[in-house]
């Protein structure tokens, strides 16, 4: 009662720390008139000015009004766009490393110049990271004519650039991006073998717009980069037909996961099945054997049970697409992981791509945990904000709206089932466009926006439907649907980018009307035509009550939910929200409650009634949160077992960056000639034993096989005196000066060369093994719960023995390549080597999607490991077949038949 009582004098935490900038704020507009009063070549000189201070000394807080009010300034002059107090507000909080939540339409782009000017006075790079590529586009060029006239640089990064051009976009002032563009590129470079390939520079400060859907949304899943494993097309096809021949007492579906699991019956009937195909191993379904078999029949029952096309994907051109489920939009290019999207794409009939190993990943938790400095912008956070603090210790600040919001709320209205609801809906949405007010409906799915579409079309309603089906034409729908009359379906409206203006948007339609028209009088007297024709439009619009938000249903999270509603209002615009809800609804049938109420409804309800009720708002809120809650606690789970696999991937990534950096690594070499040494004698004479007990066979064959020596042990064992320290530094003098009677015919240049390819060769091959290994662990550890251990315990355990390991191999591994290799002064040819793709995808559930990397860039081959030191260095001896590999003569043959370089191509004539 007392803390509602001080709320309603003092204002809540956020009002108080809000009121707080406005001192500094005041600061600002009081050196308005100076800055304005400034010519153009005295305002562009502010920036040198302010890095010499920065030079001298002074911070950036202590520059903070100067450099806003230079940047307000330069924005009218350059753009015709001044900043508000508000977005001077936003633009503090920004630079603070805070989330400013502010609500659409209120200038949010705009807001960013002030953070981002600011940091990048410092000349250490400030990211700008946007949702889609034509975003960071868009930006880079609106946004950066204000950087330009003050004197800044400012690059964009998308895909399909050259490493040249993405190293030019990293090191200007500022660069415009995507989180998974900056995400893949810090991968990449991690898998490059010298510094001068590196696009990246280190990391300063990041501005995330759309924070939510970027740091939330798609953090379910990890970036990854992969490379391709064999073709098992024939294996989805036979699966995929005998999934179809199941009814639905073989199998149970759960929806709120998307899991589909056999019955008894339904195991009996699919064993049969396989036995008859010569698939299965013995006659139980679930032998060790028959693993792989099991896993890909799971994946053909999700992919036709759980995964529906026109909702979870489409199909264009032969292609499965999958459908981003926040908003509708296609994600070209991406694939679900673990063979579902193979599953997927053998249920429609369409070419099988092969599935991928993963040889580089990261969280987008933990690769912008690495900025020093991370801010981020959305219409809707404060939902979120003690996920934003836990995983990010960012802090959501509310901005207040520059003008008061006007906008009319509705409660919701629920009716029985969802013909009922959509022609209640049809009926509203016909009122409104005869009265000319704009309506912008909502939909979950594509399928609903098509079913809606059929609804409207009978009844008449002239209408443009928004989806993945029209990818190509969004931003010019989004942007009249706030003409008079004007009626469009979407699917889901979450970062569209593009705001509604009531009356149309003056830019889009001077490009659709006049893309033909040339330059001169005539054509600029039409753009004052639709400037005059916009103005009225806009009026009338305004007089019919303003943009009309008609949400369909509820989604999982209230953040899409007011994303959609956020878009009436904008700018102290009049507008109404409501949203129509059934039993059907896909949220309420599978997470809300299911009571004896619901029951009532259904059977009391007539055709077309409606119910307008708060406390059923309530349990769809209710419900809504049960279901955020769960999402939270699967990104939780993703953050905890990354954080693992991070602390390990430092090592490595620090690893390789000093083997890059030093100017020899014979030391390191040395070290681990001698670690392997000990590792042999210590396999073979444990610590106290007797010299009867030795191993001096197994001796004999571990140094052989690594060092290619053959010492006279058992003249060794005979000797007096003798003990295991003694076999140690004989062999350890043996294998050194083998090594040196190696270096000594080689430049000392070219045998830093070689040392450090082997190193950085090695050290990838086993990352990547290591990655594949973890990646099983994860998917099988959390049956250790039926013993009564904790998942997330034993795996951290398990991964910390399988790293030591790894370590173990990669030493023994260098020390084998360089003691049995044999060089001469020939370069040696490349073998052709697979593309790679990058992925982002749900190491639980699978779930997610998967990036094409374009061959024709040529930048996945100069990742790969380098086969054979770079000229002028010396190449290893061919095999017997004429080909040049330095390889270990233990490691994996290049050419990927799966057998040891020995017994492969390394095999002796």
């Not at 070689?754 to 998917?779: G, N, T, Y």
Request: glycine share 6%; net charge negative.
């Amino acid at each position: 009662m007392f803390a509602g009582f001080a709320k309603s004098i003092f204002g809540s935490s956020n009002d108080r720390y809000v009121r707080s900038l406005q001192k500094t704020v005041n600061q600002i507009n009081g050196l308005e008139p100076t800055i304005s009063a400034m010519t153009d070549e005295e305002l562009q000189g502010q920036t040198v000015r302010f890095r010499e201070r920065l030079a001298n000394g002074e911070d950036l807080d202590k520059l903070l009004p100067e450099a806003f009010a230079t940047v307000r300034e330069a924005a009218r002059r350059v753009l015709g766009q001044r900043h508000y107090d508000v977005q001077m507000i936003g633009g503090i909080v920004l630079h603070r490393g805070e989330i400013a939540e502010m609500r659409t339409g209120e200038g949010k782009t705009l807001v960013a110049t002030l953070a981002t000017y600011l940091n990048a006075l410092e000349a250490k790079g400030v990211h700008v990271i946007t949702v889609n590529d034509y975003l960071a586009r868009r930006d880079a060029e609106w946004m950066g004519q204000v950087y330009r006239f003050l004197g800044l640089t400012v690059g964009v990064i998308v895909p399909n650039l050259t490493d040249q051009q993405r190293r030019d976009a990293y090191h200007a002032d500022i660069t415009y991006g995507t989180n998974n563009e900056f995400g893949f590129d810090y991968l990449r470079d991690n898998m490059k073998y010298d510094r001068a390939s590196m696009v990246q520079r280190p990391f300063n400060h990041a501005i995330v717009d759309e924070v939510d859907s970027i740091l939330i949304d798609e953090a379910r899943t990890p970036l990854i980069i992969s490379g391709p494993t064999e073709d098992k097309s024939d294996l989805y096809i036979a699966l995929d037909a005998i999934v179809r021949e199941l009814v639905a007492e073989d199998y149970e579906f759960d929806e709120k996961t998307k899991n589909v699991t056999l019955t008894e019956e339904g195991t009996e009937r699919v064993e049969r099945v396989l036995e008859a195909e010569g698939l299965l191993t013995g006659s139980n379904l679930y032998d060790f054997e028959n693993t792989q078999v099991v896993h890909h029949l799971n994946q053909a029952l999700r992919a036709n049970i759980a995964y529906k096309r026109d909702i979870d994907y489409i199909v264009k051109d032969g292609k499965v697409v999958i459908i981003d489920p926040f908003t509708g939009r296609m994600m070209q290019g991406r694939r679900w992981s673990d063979g579902l999207h193979q599953a997927v794409e053998a249920k429609e009939r369409v070419q099988i791509e092969p599935e991928n190993q993963t040889l580089a990943s990261i969280t987008f938790q933990n690769y912008f945990r690495m900025y020093p400095k991370l801010s981020g912008m959305t219409g809707t956070a404060a939902t979120e904000a003690a996920e934003f603090y836990d995983i990010y210790k960012m802090n959501v600040v509310t901005i207040p709206t520059n003008l008061p919001v006007q906008r009319k709320d509705d409660v919701d209205e629920f009716y029985k089932d969802q013909n009922d609801k959509f022609a209640a809906i049809t009926k509203t949405v016909k009122e409104a466009m005869e009265r000319g007010q704009p309506v912008l409906v909502g939909t979950v799915s594509i399928e609903k926006s098509e079913l809606l579409s059929d609804f409207f079309t009978k009844a008449g309603v002239k209408h443009e439907v928004l989806n993945a089906l029209q990818h190509e034409r969004e931003a010019h729908i989004v942007a009249q649907a706030g003409r008079f009359g004007m009626v469009t379906i979407a699917t889901n409206m979450a970062g569209r980018g593009t705001d509604i203006q009531l009356g149309g948007n003056v830019e889009f339609r001077i490009e659709d009307e006049l893309a033909d028209m040339p330059e001169g009088p005539e054509r600029e007297a039409a753009i004052e035509r639709i400037k005059v024709e916009v103005a009225e439009e806009k009026e009338r619009v305004r007089a019919a009550g303003g943009l009309f938000v008609l949400a369909t249903e509820r989604h999982e999270s209230r953040r899409i939910d007011n994303q959609l509603r956020g878009r009436s209002g904008r700018q102290g615009d009049p507008g109404l929200s409501r949203f129509y809800l059934s039993l059907d609804d896909d949220l309420l049938r599978i997470f809300g409650p299911q009571t004896m109420f619901s029951k009532m409804v259904r059977s009391n309800l007539e055709e077309g009634e409606a119910i307008v009720s708060k406390w059923i708002a309530k349990a769809i809120e209710t419900a809504q949160k049960k279901v955020e809650a769960r999402n939270y606690d699967i990104r939780k789970q993703v953050v905890e077992y990354d954080d693992v696999m991070n602390d390990q991937r430092k090592v490595i990534y620090e690893q390789r960056a000093d083997i890059m950096d030093a100017e020899t690594i014979g030391d390191v070499v040395e070290d681990m000639r001698a670690e392997t040494v000990n590792a042999i004698i210590g396999e073979a004479i444990p610590p106290n034993t007797y010299p009867e007990q030795w191993d001096i066979e197994l001796l004999k064959k571990r140094t052989k096989d690594v060092f290619d020596l053959e010492p006279p042990y058992e003249e060794w064992v005979k000797e007096e005196a003798v003990d295991p320290e003694m076999f140690v530094e004989r062999l350890q003098k043996l294998a050194d000066e083998q090594i040196a009677d190696k270096a000594r015919d080689i430049p000392p240049e070219n045998w830093i060369q070689i040392e450090k390819s082997f190193m950085l060769q090695f050290l990838d091959h086993h990352w990547k093994e290591h990655l594949s290994m973890l990646d099983a662990l994860r998917q099988v550890v959390h049956l250790r719960a039926y013993a009564q251990r904790k998942p997330i315990d034993e795996y951290k355990h398990e991964a910390f023995a399988m790293f030591e390991r790894m370590l173990t191999l990669i030493r023994e591994d260098v020390t084998a390549s360089l003691a049995q290799a044999q060089f001469r002064t020939e370069p040696a040819p490349l073998p052709d080597l697979p593309d790679f793709l990058t992925q982002h995808i749900d190491p639980f559930s699978g779930e997610d999607d998967t990036f094409d990397i374009d061959a024709g860039t040529g930048a996945i081959l100069s990742q790969l490991p380098p086969l054979q030191p770079a000229e002028p260095a010396l190449a290893p001896a061919a095999g017997a077949d004429g080909d040049v590999l330095p390889v270990s003569r233990n490691a994996p043959c290049p050419c990927g038949s799966g057998k040891k370089y020995k017994h492969c191509h390394g095999a002796l004539a």
